[in-house]
């Protein structure tokens, strides 16, 4: 009998979960062939998500939970359940509904088909979404997809389900700075794209604000492009060539009419300018040292507080 884990990160998500728990067992009731364990990686909720999760892990034994010392972050929670995750195919979800559960017989039958490695969800539209996060959030992926070379699929979300061989080649991605739809790209195999349209939230609010994402989306480029180094290094070489042409013409000028005093606006504009390029590079090149900073100090990505993946199986090994 094969194996399916699923991994729901959850922070705060007490409204939600119980719907998603109703909503998961009746569809896994529907794929009898297959056993299931359900991994909720509690990031540091500071509601009753943790012990609802205990009061129902002790009816059924399919619920696992991992709880973080604090909030450590989605990509840390999904990463801690991918290293916990036994099965032979392996998707992540949230908590709230917004990856229909119902999609999973589609997903499993792709890969039961042998031909794919894993079977990834998309969102057609973003109805129910504000606006201006829309239309943000289509121009970093224009923009992602121009830069760097990985394919990040417009609407792509991380729920999707992977076999072993995948799930791995993830979890050996030990980076501290993580960007999931990036790392699914970047480890290639074969993938097969499912679109569905968007659902709202079941219960419980977002927990991205505006800022968390534009913070997000720039780790997002600094993680999978150094294309900002290079922009920075062309505009230094652009200014000098042409801060050389202009000393040709001044001297030029001098030669040809003299040397009347004049032009100071203009010269303190050009000297704001250029000083303010050269901050921007300046930056640039410190976003990529703070990078740098935080993967060599190689700090553990999460810390977990309890967890009952050793009771729940009974057969799990001491890490
Ligand atoms: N999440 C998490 N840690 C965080 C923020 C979010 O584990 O710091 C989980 C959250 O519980 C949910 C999923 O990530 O299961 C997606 O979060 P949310 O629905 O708030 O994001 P949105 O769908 O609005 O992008
Ligand atoms: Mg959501």
């Not at 993680?223 to 060539?241: E, H, K, Q, R, V």
């Amino acid at each position: 009998m094969k194996r399916i884990s699923i991994i729901v990160p959850c922070f705060n998500e007490q409204e939600a979960l119980p719907l998603f728990l109703q909503e998961i067992g009746r569809v896994c009731e529907g794929l009898s062939e297959y056993e299931f364990e359900w991994i909720f990686v509690d990031d540091g909720s500071k509601d009753g998500t943790l012990a609802l999760l205990k009061e129902r892990a002790k009816e059924d034994s399919r619920i696992k939970y991992i709880s973080f010392s604090r909030n450590f972050g989605k990509e840390a929670a999904i990463y801690a359940g991918l290293e916990a995750s036994e099965g032979d195919y392996t998707a992540i979800m949230d908590a709230d509904l917004q990856d229909p559960p119902r999609l999973l017989p589609e997903m499993i039958e792709a890969l039961e088909s042998g031909e794919y490695d894993s079977a990834a969800t998309r969102r057609v539209d973003r109805k129910g979404e504000p606006p201006i996060r829309s239309f943000f959030a289509r121009m970093f992926y224009r923009l992602i997809r121009k830069i760097s070379d990985i394919d990040i699929v417009d609407g792509a979300r991380d729920f999707r389900l992977m076999n072993r061989k995948m799930k791995d080649a993830i979890v050996s991605m030990t980076e501290y700075n993580r960007f999931s739809k990036g790392i699914f790209g970047w480890v290639g195999f074969r993938t097969r794209w499912i679109p569905f349209e968007n659902v709202e939230r079941v219960a419980g609010e977002t927990k991205w604000s505006f800022w968390k994402l534009l913070i997000y989306s720039i780790e997002g480029i600094v993680a999978f492009t150094t294309l900002p180094l290079s922009i920075a290094a062309y505009l230094g070489l652009i200014f000098c060539l042409v801060a050389f042409f202009m000393v040709l013409v001044v001297i030029a000028k001098t030669l040809m009419f003299g040397d009347p005093v004049g032009g100071w606006p203009s010269l303190a504009c050009i000297i704001l300018f250029v000083g303010g390029i050269q901050l921007l590079c300046a930056g640039i090149v410190g976003k990529y040292l703070a990078k740098i900073y935080l993967e060599v100090k190689r700090r553990p990505l999460y810390l977990v507080a309890e967890d009952n993946l050793k009771n729940a199986s009974g057969e799990k090994e001491e890490l």
